[in-house]
């Protein structure tokens, strides 16, 4: 496996690669990434796995220190599944003067985790440009977890005109249900425990709506009070459309179930696809 730490070395190693695939992650990696990278590995003949901390999607500093950095290890296990190569840059590679151009995403990146998290679409999607266009890959894979940013990147291939397929991977869970990622190391045993009650809520939404239930603000409130009652701080648990991430109307059966809520310290994002019985 190839390990490179600057832009002109990646492009000189990639010249001659005619089907290339990109994972963009910030590291830390856990059986979440793997998954990403073995998908890709099906679609493409060369993967680049890239660890860059973006510092852009961080509206809090203290978050953008705390997140964990296992750089040696994030190599071994990327090693162990065949990924070809990782595009691992320092900060001053990738922002060199500091960044002065940046991608303004439209009003859907102001809601939901926009709302919460104001500039970290912004972040994510000028350092998405910025990785891109170092790689040039033919398909990116993104995970559904991170469901809205998901929405915003197939969104920015499509008003560029990039020529790049972003491939949508399902989710990774622990036994519990809870979706994995770097932060879930952040919670006490305890919290791991309770931690499940997330996917809990939100199946309880998805029963309902497959059942023929459209009141989605009754139900959005119920999931909100189940996981206040059990200490938790929520953000949001929402219903809205597949598609554009809308609120649902009448004729709108392909839905999905977002939320965000806090444990401690620890903030969990999930969601949950589901489709609803046609209006007849």
Known sequence: MEIIKTVSQLRKFLEDKKDIGCVPTMGNIHDGHLSLVSLA????????????????????SDDFDRYPRTMEEDFKRLESIGNNVVF??????????G??????????????????????????????MKLFNVVQPRIAVFG?????????????????????????????????????SSRNRHLSIEELKEAPRLRQA????????????????????????????????VDY????TQAGLHKPTDG???????????LGSTRLI??????GPKSS
């Not at 008003?159 to 990774?172: G, H, K």
């Not at 709108?252 to 806090?262: F, H, P, Q, R, Y």
């Open 41 to 60: 590995k099906t679609k493409a003949a060369t993967v680049v796995t890239t660890i860059f901390i973006n510092r852009l999607q961080f509206n809090q």
């Open 88 to 97: 691992c840059p320092n900060e001053l590679e990738i922002y060199p003067e």
């Open 99 to 128: 960044q002065k151009y940046f991608i303004d995403p439209p009003r859907i990146a102001k809601k939901l985790e926009g709302r919460f998290r104001p500039g970290h679409f912004r972040g994510v999607c000028t350092v998405v």
């Open 144 to 180: 559904k977890k991170d469901y809205q940013q998901l929405a915003i990147i197939k969104g920015l291939v499509e008003q560029f005109s990039l020529p790049i397929t972003i491939v949508s991977a399902e989710t990774v869970r622990a036994k519990s249900g809870l979706a994995l």
């Open 202 to 233: 939100m199946k309880n939404i998805s029963s309902a709506i497959e059942a023929g239930d459209r009141n989605f603000v009754a139900m959005e409130y119920a999931a909100g009070e189940l996981l206040a009652r059990h200490g938790w701080k």
């Open 237 to 240: 648990v929402v219903v809205r």
């Open 252 to 262: 709108d059966n392909e839905l999905v179930i977002l939320g965000a809520a806090s």
């Open 270 to 275: 999930d969601d949950l696809e589901v489709i």
